[in-house]
T-cell receptor, first 111, second 114 residues
Framework: DAKTTQPTSMDCAEGRAANLPCNHS???????VYWYRQIHSQGPQYIIH???NNETNEMASLIITEDRKSSTLILPHATLRDTAVYYC????????????FGTGTRLQVTL | DTGVSQNPRHKITKRGQNVTFRCDPI?????LYWYRQTLGQGPEFLTY????????KSRLLSDRFSAERPKGSFSTLEIQRTEQGDSAMYLC???FGTGFTEAFFGQGTRLTVV
């Protein structure tokens, strides 16, 4: 699975959009980008995934650059409950059975 | 369905003792995963079952660790002769189908070895 690079931490004001970047410059053609988050003392929670097109669901939007070497997770209106560690993971769903987590980005949403 | 259930939530044990954790996945989920997480780190993969077959094990899973999923439903993770370095959160996840499908995680079992 390709390696990902994320900032260690970010702050966001409540009600504003939180934009979390992820670099995956060695991503291969079959690998998808997945995002999970982990709120303190809980297990990780799936957010969204994509291959090359932008994706949106009820939780977030995922913007993947045309060359697929980076992506951004967008939480359109962050709330205090979005404070968590966000993990960007790249994997090939056809060959990999596991998720390889890095250290993620710690997002702090403040009043 | 209440999601992935892990028991116990917390376990304190003395060094050298054996411990066993249980994971009940979401009903009909054929895939089950165990991860370990230490403070400040992301979860690390330990092992993976498809139905009752253990298909992959990390080298992190030393010979003191054993996992089973005897009937393809619940799973147990046993650690023998615990060491202080085994102190961590042990997470279980399950998913359904083949290829990528969303993995649902339990709340974990926090092990403290004293």
């Amino acid at each position: 699975d390709a390696k990902t690079t994320q900032p260690t931490s970010m702050d966001c004001a409540e009600g504003r959009a939180a934009n979390l970047p992820c670099n995956h410059s060695t991503i291969s053609g079959n690998e998808y980008v997945y995002w999970y988050r982990q709120i303190h003392s809980q297990g990780p929670q799936y957010i969204i995934h994509g291959l090359k097109n932008n994706e949106t669901n009820e939780m977030a939007s995922l913007i993947i650059t045309e060359d697929r070497k980076s992506s951004t997770l967008i939480l359109p209106h962050a709330t205090l409950r979005d404070t968590a560690v966000y993990y960007c993971i790249v994997r090939d769903p056809g060959t990999a059975s596991k998720l390889t987590f890095g250290t993620g980005t710690r997002l702090q949403v403040t009043l | 369905d209440t999601g992935v259930s892990q028991n116990p939530r917390h376990k304190i044990t003395k060094r050298g003792q054996n411990v066993t954790f249980r994971c009940d996945p979401i009903s009909e989920h054929n895939r089950l995963y165990w991860y370990r997480q230490t403070l400040g780190q992301g979860p690390e993969f330990l092992t993976y079952f498809q139905n009752e077959a253990q298909l992959e094990k990390s080298r992190l899973l030393s010979d003191r660790f054993s996992a089973e999923r005897p009937k393809g439903s619940f799973s147990t993770l046993e650690i023998q002769r615990t060491e202080q370095g085994d102190s961590a959160m042990y997470l279980c996840a399950s998913s359904f189908g083949t290829g990528f499908t969303e993995a649902f995680f339990g709340q974990g079992t926090r092990l403290t070895v004293v």
